[in-house]
Every structure is written in structure tokens, then in C-alpha cells.
């Protein structure tokens, strides 16, 4: 497969992106492949201008290193101004409705990424809004970084379908979203979680029905050896997300000394299998360091394939996903 070259079989079509699993196969990979060339005219000093003259509202209810800096230098990289905005300062956290805010904004700016809790808010803004949104993470989904975590894989394999792709740790939004987002594309799954802890069961239906239809399979188990077992990709999380912080004792007492990526994951995975982490992460718990500090980790690829995969997403949401 070459991204470069891909030819989409329909125009795209998406309004917004809530979750992976709105989104098409063609439609992923139309978005893949524009991340790939937006990258590739970064590295070239090339011109990427495509939204010159528009702004994009950032909205933070939870608080971020690279969902920022990502949106705010791909948005300048493509002409377009970020508009920070934090829930701390704007009216949404002080009580006003979702759709107020959604018709305020849409009369301002031209798209909204919103990075909270509730999956329900994003869909209220897209719901009462004009404007293009985009889920910059909420507790059920994470899909910016699943486009960012398929643009590394194709980068380092080639190719998508016929791999196996092991999640070792709590059933969150990473996991849904990798489960949505790699069953589209034909990627096995395998999720290892404890009891109490696995994904949800309709987000790993959607999964399974999405495997059925590209060639691919969806495995949820307690056993990360098993989930592990001949992976091309090995990924994992931390245990207690944002706003788990007082969970964070019962989810060691859970997950400690089993649910992590480690040499004994690496040995029964392929021989040139690769690590990814969305971060931030915490060495010694999720991931031993020789794992995630070694020759099988690719994380700051990973890091930095979020702001080109995330052009793509403006460049197709709020213009005509052409860069000059």
C-alpha cells in the first residue's frame, strides 16, 4: 500500500469527527493519506496553507500537553489561527447550555475541537453548532490519536491489513478507539484487560461487526501473553486516566504485576514488533522502561504523527483537504 498514491473511491463526506466509527474505511484512509503528504510538505518546507484566514476554538476541559500544541502549530502550519479556550475561563463552565455555546461559537469561528468527559457534549455541539467538531478526547473515545497511531504503523510496516495489533491494560477510550479504528482497516485486535476493566461491550461490538466485514478479528481476553501473542504492534495505557485519580490505588491493586508491557510481552510477539503509547506514560507500571525507552518503541514518531494526522482532519473538516 502507498498512501501517497491512495485514490479515493468516494468524496468524502464526514461533517465532523465524534468517533471512528462515523468515519468509513476509504474515508480513514483519504484522511491517512493527507497526514502522510502534509508531513511529507512539512519536512520539505513546502507550503500547506489550505486554511488561510480561519480559526478553529479549542476547548479544553482537560488539561494537555501534545492535544494542544498538536492542534495549535497544525492549524498555524495550515493558515488557519487556534483559539484557546479553557472551561476555566469561558462561560460553558459556568452553567451555560451546550447549545449556546455551539450556536455562539458557530457564528465566530470555523470549526471546534473540544478535548472533555462526556461524549454526549461533543454530541450536543455538533448537534445544536454549524461548524465542523472534532473529538479531541473524551472518555470513551480518543480518535485523533488512533489516526496518529495508524499513520506510525503504516509508517513502519507498509501496510495494514494481515497485521495484529495487542492493547495490554484498562478498556478506556484508547481502547474502543483502537478497536474501531484498526477493524476498519483490516488490523486483528487483541485487548487484554482484567475484570472489571474490559472494554465496553457495545464499542467491542461495533468492533467485531467492523472485523467481520474487512477480513480482520476482535479478541478481548485476561491474558496479555495471549493478547500479545504474534503482534506486529504492542501498545498500552496508563491505568488511572484523567479524572481516576481517586481510583488510582484500586486500579494498581488491579492491574500491578500483570497488566503491563514488558520483555516477557516483547518475547512472544514478532521479532521487529513495535511499541506505541499514546502518553503521557508511567514507567514501571503500564511499561517497564526497557520496553519504552528500547529499540522496539517508536512513541515520539507516534507523538509527532499527531499533528500531521490531525491537519489532515482540519484540512478535510473546516476546508477542501487541498494544501497548496
Not at 449556546?100 to 457534549?121: E, N, P, Y
Not at 478526547?137 to 506510525?152: G, S
Request: with cysteine.
Amino acid at each position: 500500500m502507498n498512501l501517497m498514491n491512495y485514490q479515493a473511491k468516494f468524496p468524502f463526506a464526514q461533517r465532523h469527527l465524534l468517533t471512528l466509527q462515523d468515519w468509513s474505511e476509504d474515508e480513514i484512509l483519504q484522511c491517512l493519506a493527507l497526514g502522510v503528504k502534509l508531513k511529507a510538505m512539512q519536512k520539505d518546507r513546502r507550503r500547506q496553507i489550505c486554511l488561510e484566514g480561519k480559526t478553529l476554538a479549542m476547548i479544553f476541559a482537560k488539561s494537555s500537553t501534545r492535544t494542544r500544541v498538536s492542534f495549535e502549530v497544525g492549524a498555524t502550519q495550515l493558515g488557519a489561527t487556534a483559539l484557546f479556550l479553557s472551561t476555566a475561563d469561558i462561560q460553558l463552565g459556568r452553567g451555560e447550555p451546550i447549545s449556546d455555546t455551539a450556536q455562539v461559537l458557530s457564528r465566530m469561528v470555523d470549526g471546534i475541537m473540544i478535548r472533555t468527559f462526556k461524549q454526549s457534549d461533543l454530541e450536543a455541539l455538533a448537534k445544536y453548532g454549524s461548524i465542523p467538531i472534532i473529538n479531541g478526547l473524551t472518555d470513551e473515545f480518543h480518535p485523533c490519536q488512533v489516526l496518529a497511531d495508524l499513520m506510525t504503523i503504516y509508517e513502519k510496516k507498509g501496510t495494514f491489513r494481515g497485521l495484529k495489533l495487542a492493547f495490554v491494560g484498562d478498556g478506556n477510550n484508547m481502547a474502543h478507539s483502537l478497536m474501531i479504528g484498526c477493524s476498519k482497516l483490516g488490523i486483528d485486535v487483541a485487548v487484554a484487560s482484567p475484570d472489571g476493566y474490559k472494554p465496553n461491550p457495545t464499542y467491542t461490538a461495533w468492533a467485531v461487526a467492523n472485523a467481520a466485514g474487512h477480513g480482520s478479528k476482535v479478541t478481548v481476553c485476561s491474558d496479555p501473553l495471549e493478547a500479545c501473542a504474534g503482534a506486529d504492534v504492542l501498545y498500552t495505557d496508563v491505568w488511572a486516566s484523567m479524572g481516576q485519580e481517586d481510583e488510582a490505588a484500586k486500579r494498581r491493586e488491579a492491574f500491578g504485576g500483570v497488566y503491563q508491557i514488558n520483555a516477557a510481552c516483547l518475547s512472544v510477539a514478532k521479532p521487529d514488533a513495535i511499541f506505541l503509547h499514546c502518553l503521557p506514560a508511567h514507567r514501571g507500571e503500564e511499561v517497564t522502561a526497557e520496553v519504552i525507552d528500547g529499540p522496539h518503541s517508536v512513541i515520539f514518531d507516534e507523538a509527532e504523527n499527531r499533528l500531521h494526522a490531525q491537519k489532515a482532519v482540519m484540512a478535510l473538516l473546516m476546508g477542501d483537504g487541498k494544501a497548496e
